[in-house]
């Protein structure tokens, strides 16, 4: 079956530090990916998607690019801010054209915390 | 914008009472997601549908039903709560081809 691993933390940093939070794959086909962000009692908003190899997304400075090499799609930052503090969670879905008629197998989440 | 919205931020129930927690979409979207999101297990799809009362079992369907009786609308049925159904419940719903949204979620106490 899919399955995706994230590293979980709490992550600490600094504000103005490169963010970096890793996510691997495993798929039977050729999924989409996403990166959906949780932010302090709300729902998942979609962050950032890719859905096919070596595509790049980006959003608020967030960048992932799809590498199906190495099948991984991590999350990255130049300078992290403040209220970039919440949970991040990389999923994906077999559905072609990404998070269709699937459901989304989602990572544990990692709990991300910018000190100022 | 897309709006998804669920019926309560917050419930308590007590063990064996039935449970219904609400979903509505105003997309016209095709696709419902019912998920519970549990500390360190992330997000787990409990049912879907791709149709008006069409309904898929996700990956953890047991003590769970649902009912899709309007586009919009997608009900996640708890017949005998029990404590171990206390979770965040978080609804999603999305085109054919399209991203999912999310609902604010529904935190659920079983007592």
């Known amino acids: 079956g899919n399955s995706v691993t994230q590293m979980e933390g709490p992550v600490t940093l600094s504000e103005e530090a490169f963010l970096t939070i890793n996510c691997t794959y495993t798929?039977?086909?050729?999924?989409?990916l996403f990166w959906y962000v949780q932010y302090p009692g709300e729902g998942l908003q979609l962050l950032l998607k890719?859905?096919?190899?070596?595509d790049k997304g980006s959003n608020k400075g967030f960048e992932a690019t799809y590498r199906k090499e190495t099948t991984s799609f991590h999350l990255e930052k130049g300078s992290v801010q403040v209220s970039d503090s919440a949970v991040y969670f990389c999923?994906?879905?077999?559905?072609?054209?990404?998070?269709?008629?699937?459901?989304?197998?989602f990572g544990k989440g990692t709990h991300l915390i910018i000190q100022p | 914008d897309v709006k998804v919205t669920q019926s309560s931020r917050y419930l308590v129930k007590r063990t064996g009472e039935k449970v219904f927690l609400e979903c509505v979409q105003d997309m016209d979207h095709e696709n419902m997601f019912w998920y519970r999101q549990d500390p360190g297990l992330g997000l787990r799809l409990i049912y879907f549908s791709y149709d008006v009362k069409m309904k898929e079992k996700g990956d953890i369907p047991e003590g769970y039903s649902v009912s899709r009786e309007k586009k919009e609308r997608f009900s996640l049925i708890l017949e005998s709560a029990s404590t171990n159904q206390t979770s965040m419940y978080l609804c999603?719903?999305?085109?054919?081809?399209?991203?999912?949204?999310f609902g604010p979620g529904t935190r659920l106490t079983v007592l």
């Open positions: 999923a994906l879905s077999e559905s072609q054209a990404g998070g269709g008629a699937d459901g989304l197998t």
């Open positions: 890719a859905t096919k190899a070596d």
């Open positions: 999603a719903s999305s085109g054919n081809w399209g991203t999912q949204y």
């Open positions: 798929a039977t086909g050729y999924p989409s």
